[in-house]
């Protein structure tokens, strides 16, 4: 029974890997984000976000997060600390509040 709960476990583990290294790969063929600056939205969800959740933010190998999937409150909170137990990494040392209100703002308008 241990056994089979460790294999278990590295199992995920490994998987979880794949699904990160998968999101965190940019393809060659993508056309590249706009440079970064403060309240640059689009940029930066290009940058950090589209890669799993699409260009739209309407989803990809990771849930959708536009509107009405989300309030602006929770969003802020999901981009800031991520959520434990997926793939959603925290950003909160990544990019500073500006930027994750930039980000919002973006998803918004669309």
């Not at 950090?48 to 260009?55: D, I, R, T, V």
């Not at 909170?77 to 930039?102: C, H, K, P, R, Y």
């Amino acid at each position: 029974m241990r056994r089979q709960h460790a294999l278990l476990v590295i199992v995920v583990v490994l998987l979880l890997a794949v699904l990160l290294a998968g999101c965190a790969q940019a393809s060659e063929e993508e056309e590249q984000p706009s440079p970064i600056t403060p309240g640059n939205g689009q940029a930066l969800y290009t940058t950090y976000c589209s890669k799993c959740h699409g260009a739209d933010g309407q989803g990809g190998t990771a849930t959708r997060i536009k509107p009405p999937a989300f309030e602006r409150e929770e969003l802020f909170t999901v981009i800031a600390q991520g959520v434990s137990g997926t793939d959603m990494l925290a950003f909160a040392g990544v990019v500073d509040e500006n930027d994750v209100d930039a980000i919002m703002d973006y998803l918004l308008a669309k």
